[in-house]
């Protein structure tokens, strides 16, 4: 019967152990695919970068906030993250890889950009990132979490992928929670589902 019991209890605190991470989303399943994300969601101001390559990284002039939309690109990839998340850090590297390959393919790196927002960061802590994980391609802060309620209060790491159509607009067309399975794998699906052609 002790034995019994003492079995019990362990499941017991093991399955509200999992609960509980579930609820905070440090466990949960990637969730991938075509997005019926509202565009509205994401029109939202950032601040213009600090640093000069990534302004011109992005094609945006200095000193002046800027949505999404105003990025030169045809796609824009948009990682929301938090510096406390444990995925996040490990992902981080994954992240650095797709960066690394856009850049890398002389036809890609002009039409795909990269951008992560960490929700409920402060511009210290998004430092404190960027520093810890190498992080080449821009980030900005949530601090107050006014963007990450606007698009939902997904969980972290979230991708967005949008296509933009000029004069400012964009569609949403892709939208997943969870880890990347392989950076090559993807982009490969983003490039697909933007209609992007890229010779290898």
């Known amino acids: ?117 960490g929700a409920g960061n402060s511009a210290y802590e998004v430092d404190f990132f960027r520093e810890k994980y190498s992080i080449e391609f821009p980030l900005f802060s949530d601090t107050d979490f006014s963007i990450h309620k606007k698009i939902g209060e997904v969980r972290t790491p979230h991708f967005f992928c949008l296509s933009l159509e000029g004069n400012n607009r964009f569609s949403v067309f892709y939208s997943g929670t969870g880890v990347i399975e392989t950076p090559e794998a993807f982009l490969d699906i983003l490039l697909k589902d933007s209609g992007i052609q890229v010779t290898p």
Request: contains cysteine.
């Open 1 to 117: 019967m002790r034995c019994l019991i003492h079995h019990n209890r362990i499941s017991w605190i093991r399955w509200s152990v999992f609960a509980f991470l579930l609820i905070s989303g440090h466990i949960f399943s990637p969730v991938p695919g075509f997005s019926e994300e509202p565009a509205g969601r994401l029109d939202f101001l950032l601040p213009a970068p600090d640093k000069a390559d990534h302004r011109q990284y992005l094609g945006l002039p200095p000193d002046q906030p800027f949505s999404l939309g105003q990025v030169k690109a045809r796609v824009v990839i948009v990682e929301i993250f938090s510096m406390y998340c444990p995925v996040c850090q490990r992902e981080a590297e994954k992240v650095n890889a797709v960066f690394r390959l856009i850049q890398s393919r002389p036809g890609l790196k002009d039409k795909v950009k990269l951008i992560g927002i």
